[in-house]
Nanobody, 124 residues
Framework: QVQLVESGGGLVHAGGSLRLSCAASGGAFSNYAMGWFRQAPGKEREFVASITRSGNSTRYADSVKGRFTISRDNAKSTAYLQMNNLKPEDTAVYYC?????????????????WGQGTQVTVSS
């Protein structure tokens, strides 16, 4: 069983930055692909970014491309989401997720384990 704990959320003004962390335990982190998703009130959960197990391939939603960067440190069993130039529409609960196959995906249904989420609020 893999446990994921997100941190780093908070309240920031538009144009500001936040760095989310996702600490994993209970599994072989370096074997897993990682993804970040978000869910705003009244909306479906949506893909934000993903990274392969080696970290050499990443994917981003069009809405965050050029502003967000996903990375990972396999030695620390931690994934990160650096968020720059934040916009009010980025306000959501952000979740990290693990896909055991090691191949990243934009589909939430293909991820096996999820964190509890961290709130990001961007004020205008």
């Amino acid at each position: 069983q893999v446990q994921l704990v997100e941190s780093g959320g908070g309240l920031v003004h538009a144009g500001g930055s936040l760095r989310l962390s996702c600490a994993a335990s209970g599994g072989a982190f370096s074997n897993y692909a990682m993804g970040w998703f978000r869910q705003a009130p009244g909306k479906e959960r949506e893909f934000v970014a993903s990274i392969t197990r080696s970290g050499n391939s990443t994917r981003y939603a069009d809405s965050v491309k050029g502003r967000f960067t996903i990375s990972r440190d396999n030695a620390k069993s931690t994934a990160y989401l650096q968020m720059n130039n934040l916009k009010p529409e980025d306000t959501a609960v952000y979740y990290c997720a693990v896909r055991r196959t090691g191949v990243s995906s934009t589909s939430s249904g293909l991820y096996n384990y999820w964190g509890q989420g961290t709130q990001v609020t961007v004020s205008s």
